[in-house]
């Protein structure tokens, strides 16, 4: 008998076409939406960063319409500490101000915006009046209006200062309205038992709730959206097994929120570091300003300083917060 074996061809399945799933999808529209900022951080901005770099380590000089560099090292660091004692000052002052401004502002911000987030009548009208200051205080509004206010003889620092007997007189009537607040509040939470440095801390803040006030807008966004995310089925559950709103909220509200806490604090220091009411940036600025020789490389010194410690700043605070961060899983 023969056995025949019969011939097996192997044929190939027509390869499929490839999808891209959502997620690349989303990943390459995130690149596409982040191309322009890239480009100008390579071709732009880190020219910029290299040349200030260069400022405060190198020394140039002009010779017959020649420029000369000499690298000196860390010498106009040197200077910067050790000639200026304002520098190493108003950073001290920076950082006390930073220390009170942000608690002020977090809690502030969450309470506002706890605030907010409720039904209730012209909602919409309220959220545009706390994030008015936000728009107001940009460069231009803030020029327009300090040219107007100059123009009429006013001032923009809170009614402080004004023009002739009755600016003095309105600035004199509310220097003793804070005044007076500030010494109720004293006598009310020193009857009641509280330390004197958290007395203090409290009637300061309530003295200064215009700048709490105008640097809380974007904040106050922030957490409003945090907490319309949360979803309206977990405080119904809360509420059918009987817990109080005061549970409900540090309970639930707080740790879903405190992702944004983080982010509102690092927002808080930046902003706070770089304001140009902030006394470092101004002494960095009449610095470079000056006449004196080397003062736009001693300049230059001061501002990479500062850097490098609001980095540290902002990293220890991250690193605290990020401890106590609750981050809820999507499973």
């Not at 008998?1 to 027509?14: E, F, I, L, S």
């Not at 205080?137 to 100059?150: A, H, K, L, P, W």
């Not at 005044?179 to 038992?193: C, D, M, N, P, Y």
Request: aromatic residues 12%; charged residues 15%; glycine residues 10%.
């Amino acid at each position: 008998m023969t056995n025949q074996v019969g011939a097996v061809t192997n044929v190939k399945p027509a390869k499929k076409k490839k999808i891209p799933s959502l997620d690349r999808k989303k990943s390459r529209a995130g690149w596409l939406f982040v191309l322009p900022f890239l480009i100008g951080l390579v071709f732009i901005y880190f020219p910029i960063i290299w040349e200030s770099i260069s400022y405060s380590v190198c020394n140039y000089t002009i010779s017959n319409g020649i420029v000369t560099k000499e690298f000196v090292g860390f010498q106009y660091y040197t200077k910067a500490i050790t000639g200026d004692a304002a520098f190493a000052k108003s950073l001290l002052t920076g950082l006390k101000e930073m220390a009170f401004d942000i608690p002020a502002i977090l809690i502030f911000s969450l309470f506002i915006a706890v605030i907010l987030n409720q039904k209730m009548v012209g909602r919409a009208a309220f959220r545009a009046i706390f994030f008015l200051p936000v728009v107001v205080s940009t460069g231009i509004m803030e020029s327009v209006m300090s040219s107007s206010y100059g123009a009429s003889g006013g001032s923009m620092d809170l009614g402080m200062e004004g023009a002739g007997a009755e600016g003095g007189g309105d600035a004199e009537v509310q220097v003793q309205t804070s005044t007076a607040v500030e010494g109720l509040l004293i006598s009310i939470f020193g009857g009641l038992g509280f330390g004197t440095g958290l007395v203090t801390y409290i009637s300061s803040a309530v003295a200064s709730i215009s700048g709490i006030i105008n640097r809380s807008g974007v904040q106050i966004l922030i957490f409003l959206a945090a907490l319309q995310s949360i979803s309206p089925a977990i405080y119904e559950s809360c509420q059918i097994d009987g817990a109080t709103s005061w549970e409900t909220f540090w309970k639930i509200t707080f740790p879903m929120v405190s992702p944004m806490i983080l982010v509102n604090a690092v927002y808080t220091i930046i902003d706070s570091f770089t304001t140009d009411s902030n006394s470092v940036m101004m002494l960095i600025n009449d610095t470079y300003m000056g006449v004196q020789e080397g003062s736009k490389n001693i300049s230059a010194a001061m501002g990479w300083m500062y850097f490098l410690v609001v980095l540290a700043v902002v990293g220890v605070i991250a690193a605290i917060f990020s401890a106590y961060v609750f981050y809820q899983r999507r499973d």
